[in-house]
């Protein structure tokens, strides 16, 4: 006779953890700090602060990010097909809490190019790196979307970068070798509480 008991040996249908100790996992897993742009058909920038980042492959060289639904920048990289990752360097916190917040005037706030041929705008003064990547494919995940993009220009400085990182609910600098550090404020509001973080 079939029992309808759940088999508590059966871990695919075990209940999720709680959203607290799933963040409080991951903020012990630190990653560098992105600012990913795109421009709509108008040449309006939009871009978020995201630290979903990760590279897929090499060959073709293909990088992931993974952005909540209701972000706007989503909406026009979906629409356009390309986008820009902007790795920030450490002393951009500021920028990344400008690009966390939900205010329409984050541009006027940075440097920022956009030239023909780009994936999205370029904030060359505050990122160590950027990857332009056209939209290779999405994939709708809870209540983000995993976007690949396939990265078609890569622009670099020519110092070594020292990378802004998030680890822990904090940015941290590891410019200090064997010694990471909190990264220097800016000037500007320094909150790292952003609701819509996962960690
Ligand atoms: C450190 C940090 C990392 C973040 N990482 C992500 C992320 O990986 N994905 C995401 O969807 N939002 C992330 N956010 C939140 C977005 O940056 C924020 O919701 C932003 O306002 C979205 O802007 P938009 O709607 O204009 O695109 C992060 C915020 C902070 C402070």
């Given at each position: 006779?079939?029992?309808?008991r759940a088999?508590?040996?059966?871990?695919?249908?075990a209940e999720?953890?709680?959203?607290?100790?799933?963040?409080t996992?991951?903020?012990?897993?630190?990653?560098?700090?992105?600012?990913v742009?795109?421009?709509?058909?108008?040449?309006q920038?939009y871009?978020?602060?995201?630290?979903?980042v990760?590279s897929?492959s090499?060959s073709?060289?293909t990088l992931l990010?993974c952005?909540q639904?209701?972000?706007?920048?989503?909406a026009?990289?979906s629409?356009?097909?390309?986008?820009?990752?902007?790795?920030?360097d450490?002393?951009?916190?500021?920028?990344?809490e400008?690009?966390?917040?939900r205010?329409?005037?984050r541009?006027?706030?940075?440097?920022?190019?956009?030239?023909p041929g780009c994936?999205?705008?370029h904030?060359?003064?505050?990122a160590?790196?950027?990857?332009?990547?056209?939209?290779?494919?999405?994939?709708?995940v809870?209540?983000?979307?995993?976007?690949?993009?396939e990265?078609f220009?890569?622009?670099g400085?020519?110092?070594?970068?020292h990378?802004l990182v998030y680890?822990?609910?904090?940015?941290w600098?590891?410019?200090?070798?064997?010694?990471?550090h909190?990264?220097?404020?800016?000037?500007?509001?320094?909150?790292t509480s952003?609701p819509?973080?996962?960690?």
């Amino acid at each position: 006779m079939l029992s309808t008991r759940a088999d508590p040996d059966d871990r695919t249908a075990a209940e999720p953890v709680s959203a607290t100790a799933y963040r409080t996992m991951m903020a012990a897993f630190p990653a560098g700090v992105a600012v990913v742009t795109a421009a709509d058909e108008d040449g309006q920038q939009y871009g978020m602060t995201c630290t979903a980042v990760s590279s897929v492959s090499v060959s073709p060289p293909t990088l992931l990010v993974c952005i909540q639904h209701s972000s706007r920048t989503l909406a026009v990289l979906s629409r356009t097909g390309t986008f820009a990752v902007n790795l920030l360097d450490d002393r951009a916190r500021a920028v990344a809490e400008l690009f966390a917040a939900r205010r329409p005037d984050r541009f006027q706030h940075v440097a920022w190019t956009a030239r023909p041929g780009c994936g999205g705008p370029h904030l060359a003064h505050d990122a160590h790196s950027i990857a332009d990547c056209r939209v290779t494919g999405s994939v709708p995940v809870a209540d983000h979307v995993v976007v690949f993009g396939e990265v078609f220009g890569v622009t670099g400085k020519d110092a070594p970068p020292h990378p802004l990182v998030y680890g822990m609910r904090e940015y941290w600098s590891l410019a200090h070798t064997g010694d990471a550090h909190h990264a220097a404020a800016r000037p500007g509001k320094a909150s790292t509480s952003d609701p819509e973080r996962k960690t």
